[in-house]
């Protein structure tokens, strides 16, 4: 506890270029949910606190540094945030562990990397954003210009804290835009911490703002705020489809990226070795609060039975334990209320006739911690609530299928369509299942795969627009038609 404070502060706004207390004065509590206890408290933004920052960043933007800036110093700034970034990974690493539940071994040796990689990636593209010239009228010289949008307010979840900056705040920085952004209330910690190294790393006062508070009141006063351009959110459905309606008032430019209940699927003919490992991480990686996690596993009839004795064993040597312990694969869920989320689910999936293999109870470490076991419910039919509903926690629901049709059938009975797995050793099969699945990524003979350079996002009720890759870069600007009479 004491050398968890050693690295701990309070948190504070970050609004042009300083670290400030909320208008009101207020404070709240972030939890360290494998413990329990507090780690520390933290300003909560208000809608005196978004006008602020939003005024700030429209200030930088319209006519302060970031607008005058040459790309390739844009550029220089962004790459050297990357490398902040992986200078501090021992230090964001374990604050997002202590915030957010989940092992040092993610956090650390995964996430922090791969945030660094985004503002490595994009500030390459900052040099690279060009327009046309488009000859279409032999009396004119035309052409397009790529420019930014303006204010961009970026509203993110807490299953990834410190990556969802990365993901929204690298490309909209490179593109030129300034950005407030919300980090969930339960993680507010590393996206405060990068908002300082942000500033260390050059970036003028104004162009990132950080607003730790709650989705209903600062998130809201985002939403409605005339002065911003546009809304990424990563998150929830319910609160997407939310944003949107909101942000209709303003004409908000909006990107959702939201829940997902991706089908996993097993044909008889996979490296079952391998296909058994990628269910399991599949689904465990994040203690399952993952929005592609691969909660539905598809398993082909005549290996089933064979496959769940298998997975079901490895999902019982994944213990939950100690987040801060290097060892460590299975962490703590966010929150006591995502815990009771989760469990519910598991009673639910009993009583609609799935028969529990593994797992299923609430698992403390010390006695302490929101820890729940690696779950396994076999004979589940996909019309079930199990099969249907975002868990959102280290849950799999295991669904028999008899060939290729009757897979991608399953697999696309779902509202969402954000990844899917395939695992087979026939490449004609691989490629055509891949085609014919109804979601924004799919892993063959892999999961949970992820790249700067590559985009993701949702099909269906996962939302539209993506983030990450050169597609990403889109959502962060808008293009201009240029006439130039030359008759
Ligand atoms: P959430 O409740 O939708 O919250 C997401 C963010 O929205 C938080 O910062 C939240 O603030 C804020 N918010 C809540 N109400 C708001 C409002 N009225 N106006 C503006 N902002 C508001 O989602 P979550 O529970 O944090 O995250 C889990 C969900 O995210 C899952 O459904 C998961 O699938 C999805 N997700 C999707 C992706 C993807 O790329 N598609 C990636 C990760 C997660 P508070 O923290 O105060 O509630
Ligand atoms: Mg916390």
């Not at 299953?159 to 339960?186: H, Q, R, S, T, Y």
């Not at 003028?204 to 607003?211: A, E, K, R, S, T």
Request: aromatic letters at 8%; charged letters at 25%; glycine letters at 10%.
């Amino acid at each position: 506890m004491t050398d968890m404070l050693a690295t701990t502060r309070p948190g504070k706004l970050i609004i042009n270029g300083e670290a400030v207390d909320a208008a009101t004065g207020r404070t709240f509590r972030t939890m360290n949910p494998a413990t329990e206890e507090a780690i520390c408290e933290v300003a909560e933004a208000g809608p005196e606190d978004v006008d602020r920052a939003v005024k700030a960043a429209r200030a930088a933007f319209d006519g302060g540094p970031w607008a005058r800036m040459r790309p390739a110093e844009r550029q220089r700034i962004l790459f050297r945030l990357g490398d902040l970034i992986l200078e501090h990974a021992d230090e964001l690493g374990r604050l997002e562990t202590l915030d957010n539940g989940k092992p040092i071994f993610e956090s650390r040796q995964i996430d922090a990397p791969m945030a660094a990689n985004c503002f490595h990636y994009f500030a390459g593209w900052a040099t690279k954003l060009a327009g046309e010239t488009l000859p279409v009228q032999p009396a004119f010289f035309t052409y397009t210009l790529r420019e930014p949008l303006g204010v961009v307010g970026a509203i993110i979840p807490w299953n990834f804290p410190m990556i969802m900056v990365g993901w929204k705040c690298a490309p909209a920085l490179a593109a030129g835009n300034c950005v407030v952004l919300k980090p969930a209330e339960l993680t507010p910690l590393t996206a405060i911490r990068i908002g300082e190294l942000a500033l260390e790393a050059g970036l003028p006062p104004g162009v990132l703002n950080v607003l730790p508070g709650k989705g209903s009141v600062a998130g809201e006063a985002m939403v409605r705020h005339p002065g911003v351009d546009k809304i990424t959110f990563t998150g929830s459905t319910e609160v997407g489809k939310h944003i949107m309606k909101t942000g209709a008032d303003t004409v908000k430019k909006v990107t959702l990226e939201l829940g997902g209940k991706s089908p996993n699927i097993v044909f008889a003919d996979a490296d079952l070795e391998a296909a058994v490992r990628g269910a399991t991480t599949g689904i465990f990686y994040g203690k399952g609060e993952v929005c592609a996690a691969g909660s539905r596993l598809l398993v082909e009839s005549s290996v089933h039975d064979e496959f769940v004795a298998k997975l079901a064993e490895r999902a019982k040597r994944l213990v939950p334990a100690d987040p801060l312990d290097p060892k460590t694969r299975l962490g703590a869920l966010v929150s006591a209320a995502q815990m009771e989320k989760v469990l519910g689910y598991v009673d639910t999936g009993v009583s609609e006739g799935a028969k529990l293999v593994a797992g299923g109870k609430r698992q403390p470490v010390g006695g302490k911690g929101y820890f729940v076991q690696a779950t396994v419910l076999d004979q589940v039919d996909n019309r079930m609530r199990v099969a249907q509903e975002e868990i959102f926690g280290p849950v799999l629901a295991v669904i028999r299928f008899e060939d290729v049709e009757d897979a991608v059938r399953k697999g696309n009975d779902s509202p969402y369509g954000l990844a899917a797995g395939v695992w087979t050793r026939d490449v004609n099969k691989a490629h055509a299942v891949a085609r014919r699945l109804q979601a924004g990524t799919v892993w063959v003979n892999a999961y949970n795969f992820y790249d700067a350079g590559m985009p993701f996002g949702g099909y269906k009720a996962s939302g539209f627009g993506r983030d990450l890759g050169p597609e990403s870069l889109r959502e962060y600007t808008q293009v201009k038609s240029v006439w130039i009479s030359i008759e």
